[in-house]
């Protein structure tokens, strides 16, 4: 098939032979320092760094001062016991509601123990971090009689539901610190 863009009986350009550039090389204006440039920032160079007789040695010994001793701005002291820690502690007796889990203690940064004992003769008390965890699928189970023990607990809070969603009594015993 022709080529639709080529006019019958017109000579081909491209193979006339064109005037041709002399290519001109890169130089460089001034002078070009090694490892800086043409740059002189204002400062004609008096001579060629590499006539530089101090230069000449590869070995140069270099002379560093010591870091000054920097003492500590404060004293400090590391106390691993709680020695002067004021430690109170609190019972409190609650109920549970019918159907409904109920909130048996609240956030408290201060807590370091907690005891919570089902008062109840027969049924199993059932505690959770969220109201939403305090049932007898997800929650833990605190048998009657039973006591629910935790040291160094966090801050926090524990619901309670009992296992047939009737009314039970619940001990609270906790302690925390108060300096």
């Not at 502690?89 to 109920?102: C, D, F, I, L, P």
Request: net charge negative; glycine share 6%; proline share 9%.
């Amino acid at each position: 098939m022709p080529n639709p863009f080529v006019r019958i009986g017109a000579t081909n350009v491209g193979h006339q032979p064109q005037e041709r550039f002399q290519p001109i090389p890169e130089s460089y204006v001034g002078d070009n320092n090694p490892y800086r440039g043409i740059e002189n920032h204002g400062v004609d160079p008096t001579c060629d760094p590499r006539e530089i007789e101090e230069y000449q040695d590869s070995q140069i010994k270099v002379h560093y001062e010591d870091e000054p001793e920097i003492p500590d701005p404060i004293p400090v002291r590391i106390v691993t016991e709680k020695s002067i820690e004021l430690h109170r502690w609190r019972v409190v007796r609650t109920m549970t509601k019918e159907n409904e889990a109920v909130q048996l203690l609240g956030r408290m940064r201060t807590r370091t123990i907690m005891q919570i004992k089902n008062l109840d003769a027969t049924k199993t008390l059932y505690l959770a971090p969220e109201i939403n965890l305090a049932t007898s699928t997800f929650g833990w189970p605190v048998a009657p009689g039973e006591k629910f023990d935790l040291d160094n607990v966090p801050d926090d809070e524990v619901y309670g539901i009992s296992s047939d969603g009737t009314v039970i009594q619940v001990g609270i015993l906790y302690m925390y610190s108060t300096e």
